[in-house]
């Protein structure tokens, strides 16, 4: 029994192969997109036009040659600069000498465009900022801590002439992310772009994701700036609090002395309150929420 069942898959399997040879030996008609490609180019030059990405062609021919050719056909239609720059025209029948594995056994119907038209122009190169396309959202109660990061900040771009002139900074592409609550390295590539090439493709960007808070810092001494000699000045009260907010190990590493709070001998001269506010420097990728007091009053002494 077991026997006649493997003699009937074996002549189903004969049977299916059969069939299918013959039936791929008849003539079908098959469309093929490929990609195109501009090549031969003079040295030194270059097109920046907007071109289709991909060529349509029509063929007609035995079946097992347009399954050839749709499983396993060159991914490019040539298209030859040749030695001319400016304004080109191009028609696609005309390469497809070129493209001979297109002709191989097959008979070209159709190519969709048949024409081109393209500027062939020089290459000039610059070095631009980069800037970074990001959309971030955070949990709540988590921001940026400090600056984004680039490396590299600035890249050198090559490309025809008449974009380049324009170019002064380039974006990579645009990266969302939301719920970050934790420090981020990503990899953002630049836009590709018909004619553009970079020193670098590949920009590393640090999100330096931290918890959100406020902290108090008390005790700052205040400092009053360019006092005459023969004078001298008391401040009432001499220090200053203050609170400011920003990520939970940037604050976490603070300590009063990193703060400067100061004003000028002239802010004393020019007031007519009987107080002025004080100047208050802070450290690095922190904001101030509030100073307190938010005024000194003050006594002129001189000698």
Known sequence: MRKKLYI?????????????????????????????????????????SN????????????????????IGAESEYRI???????????????????????????EVIDIKPDTIAFIVERIVSKKVPVLVDLRLEFK???????????APDSVIVSGPVSI???????????????????????????????????????IEVVLDVQRIVDKQFDNIPVDVLDVPKDISVVLLPNTVGCSVRGGVTVLGNLNEDQFKAYLYYSDIVNDTLGS??????????????????ERVRYIIKTF
Do not use: C, Q
Not at 140 to 150: E, S
């Open 276 to 293: 002025v506010i004080p100047h208050l420097e802070l450290p690095k990728n922190t904001s101030l929420m509030f100073i307190k007091p």
């Open 80 to 106: 030859s600069v040749e030695s001319d720059s400016g304004l080109k025209y191009a028609n696609l029948y005309n390469n497809l000498a070129d493209n001979r594995w297109i002709l191989s056994e097959t």
């Open 8 to 48: 009937f898959i074996a002549a189903v399997i004969f049977a299916i192969i059969f069939w299918g040879s013959i039936s791929l030996s008849d003539s079908y008609y098959a469309t093929i997109d490929v990609a195109l490609k501009l090549v031969d180019f003079p040295e030194g030059y270059t097109t920046g």
């Open 164 to 202: 380049m002139k324009d170019l002064n900074e380039i974006f990579t592409v645009r990266k969302s992310m939301s719920s970050l609550d934790v420090k981020k390295v990503l990899k953002i590539n630049l836009p590709k772009s018909a004619g553009i090439t970079y020193s670098s493709n590949l």
């Open 140 to 150: 709540p109660g988590y921001g940026l801590a400090g600056n984004i990061l680039v």
């Open 51 to 70: 071109l289709p990405e991909n060529v349509s062609i029509k063929l007609k021919g035995e079946g097992w040659k347009l399954v050839t050719l749709n």
